[in-house]
């Protein structure tokens, strides 16, 4: 399993992974169980959660750089972290993101507008930038410009890259796999990243201390504001700091990779990317977009969801069972870990009709709507669902919208990205498209 699947976790699945309803795999020092059954997925997840906490088979490569993040802490810590954190998604909060992030999709337009016509272009790299850019903005209200900003960029690209060579020996149980160099390369990132993260948040959490006021709307700020209910405790600096460098990470990792599959599925489907088109245009006319317009753009937001089913950028989730317990005629030892992956969900072929094809229709079609009940969970499910899943619903429709509005994207002859995953879902060798700018209008 660990030689065929050294590149990535996908290369581990069969055809028969797609049908089955658990599987394990035992190891020395692992004892893995894949849970494919919408009822046991439920349980793991959200109705029994409390005796699932986190693995920290992912928190081990992660945290050098996130710390003691909400993404990987379990229990009480978790909870207080989540209370605290709420108010920042609040939906009072996205209006304000809003103005944010249609400033930076107006600078993505800005950087694509000086490629040639009909360029061939990898939009991987764009895509992560203009969602860095907007976590960036929403979180210190200033744009990701400037030297630090572009280090800190340069930095996560780096410890991206190599946070798989670390996690996957781990996934198999064989750490001692890992390379020091690696291991080295990717703390010196993180202390990097963090460092400079640090630099930026100090000068505010110092006044917010020292009790001046602001009248910042940011999620900075409703990090610098929230109260623990018991204690009456804010964040200390570097629980502060964890919590920034993961929402910097997850708020934009997961987007970017999202919205390269989105550009490429569209690519290869140019009678939707038509639709799509002349819904911004029909509804939009000359206008920018604004907030409000984002829910009439029912296919653009069809075919992201869509996307998330069939490329999910959280490839799998993984628990630990605190205790021995039975679960589909077995018992799962205490300690074992428990991976939900909505990559196998999401196209199992006993959960979806058509599982492979691309069909953003599914989203208003009743015969879908119990494979969506059951099978559908890229944001995750329960207590820990996705924070960011609203912010991320918006930001995607805006900037996929002003995508097709401006450019008719194409594919490219002969090249077929391979999904691998990575920290996220991901294409081995890129997603390479021909970007042909459309006339106004049109
Ligand atoms: C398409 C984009 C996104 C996808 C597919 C996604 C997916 C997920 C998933 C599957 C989880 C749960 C992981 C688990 O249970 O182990 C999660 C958690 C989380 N996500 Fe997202 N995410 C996205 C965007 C965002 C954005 C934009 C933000 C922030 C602005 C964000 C913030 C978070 C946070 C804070 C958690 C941890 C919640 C907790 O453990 O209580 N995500 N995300």
Redesign the pocket.
Known sequence: MFFSARRSWLDALYERSYRMQMGEVHLPGLDLYMVNKPSLVKQV?DTHAEAFP?SNLLGEALKPLLGES??TTSGEQ?RKQ?SM?DPA?AQARLNVAFPVMQAAVADMLKRLAVLPDGAEYDLEVEMTHVTADI?FR?IFSVPMEGADAKRIFTEFARFQAIAPRLLLPSIYGLRWLVWPWDVWRSRRSAAAIRGLLGQLIRPRFDAHRAGKPSDTTDILQSFLDAKDEATGEGFGFDELLDQVA??FL??HE??AS?LTWASYLIANAPDIQERMHQEVVMHLADRQPELSDMRYLDLVRNVFRET?RLF???GF??RQSSAVCPMHKKEIEKGATVVVS?WLMQRHRDLWEEPDAFKPERYNNDASRESLKQAY????MG???????A??LQ??TLILASLVRHYKISALPGHEPQPVGRLTIRSANGVRLKLHRRKKGI
Do not use: D, N, Q
């Open positions: 997840m986190k909400i993404f978790w989540r954190m998604f976590i929403t993961m929402l997850a708020g997961t987007s999202a998330l999910p950028p959280v989730m993984a909505p969970l890229p944001f995750g207590p820990r669902v996705c924070m960011g899943a912010f991320a930001e995607a």
